[in-house]
């Protein structure tokens, strides 16, 4: 999409840095039970986004939970979306290098540090599932070179404000939209680059099994990981109560030697690490985006789902 940075433009970033003032001037604890209460609202006012979130949850869960469950987890990830805006705000005020540890739990950290102290180049993967910025933030904030892919927000003036607070803390973005070249060079310099790898990747995406679902996966990831012979760390971080306080961990580390005699490179590194973000979100399922569309897209000649409850 074009991006935007007329009048109206700049009135929605206006009112969007004043919204931010505003719950500034409370704590963020009290911040995350407006976020709830917005959520509420938020699910009886949108039907389409209760009905997909539903859906998608009974499509991923079978017949393991019953309509009231399903109902529940799906009230319960949209208000984590809604605190989800609250950590993005807080985050970089919050969050630095001598209070994290009053945030942040760290757990399996270890493999991903021993990869990344040598700087000889990681993939960092996670997925739409609790505070999926938060690891990347705070890696950066330990002084890791690291850069993140991502999709430029339509308004000119919001992603101008959003990058440059990122910037500030050493998380360096880089424009989804040709990002090969610097992807490659950053790997090849021994950096991280990090990427949200939940996305529908179209008809032309790879289809792997997600929640026993077959999901269009970017092929991109597992081509890099080839191509720069670099590991590719899956990681979460996930909220541990309803307040600014999550875990931050590992769920696997996927090293280079572990596909060279596979079959199919390519598909068996996307499997895999699909799998473990999967296996991440089991764990803490109400903090998932339901309402993502992660299923859109079939594999030729199948019926897509359909979006009910």
């Known amino acids: 999409m074009k991006k935007r940075d007329g009048t109206k433009a700049y009135l929605v ?3 969007a840095r004043t919204v931010v003032f505003i719950l500034r001037c409370f704590p963020v ?16 006012l949108i039907r389409r986004h209760r009905e997909r979130a539903c859906a998608h949850i009974t499509l991923a869960f079978k017949n393991q939970l019953t309509p009231e469950q399903v109902e529940s987890m799906a009230k319960k990830s949209l208000q984590q979306l809604c605190m989800f805006a609250v950590d993005f705000i807080f985050a970089p005020h919050l969050v630095n290098e001598w209070t994290w540890g009053k945030y942040v739990r760290l757990k399996n950290m270890g493999p991903a540090l021993e990869v990344m ?7 960092l993967l996670t997925s ?6 938060l690891a990347g933030y705070l890696l950066a904030l330990f002084g890791f070179d690291v850069a993140a892919i991502m999709r430029p927000l339509d308004n000119a003036y919001l992603n101008d404000w959003v990058v440059g607070n990122r910037k500030k803390k050493g998380l360096r973005l880089i424009d989804k939209k040709g990002a090969t070249t610097s992807a490659e060079q ?17 008809s032309k995406g790879l289809f792997v099994d997600f929640f026993g679902v ?15 012979n670099v590991p590719i760390i899956v990681g979460y971080a996930h909220r541990t109560d309803n307040r600014f306080r999550f875990e931050i961990g590992v769920e696997e580390v996927i090293k280079p030697h572990q596909w060279k005699n596979q079959e199919n490179p390519l598909r068996w590194i996307t499997q895999r690490y699909t799998s473990a973000i999967e296996a991440s979100i089991r764990r803490a399922p109400h903090q998932y985006l339901w309402i993502h569309r992660r299923w859109k897209s079939r594999p030729r000649g199948e ?7």
């Open 13 to 15: 970033y206006a009112a």
């Open 29 to 44: 604890d009290w911040n995350m039970c407006t976020a709830r209460l917005f959520a509420r609202v938020w699910w009886h």
């Open 117 to 123: 102290l040598r700087g000889d180049g990681a993939i």
């Open 128 to 133: 739409h599932f609790g505070n999926w910025e």
């Open 186 to 202: 950053i790997l090849r310099q021994g950096g991280a680059l990090g990427f949200i790898a939940d996305q529908n990747a179209g």
């Open 214 to 228: 077959k999901a269009s996966t970017y092929k991109s990831i597992g081509l890099l990981a080839m191509s720069c």
């Open 303 to 309: 019926k897509a789902p359909p979006l009910t409850c």
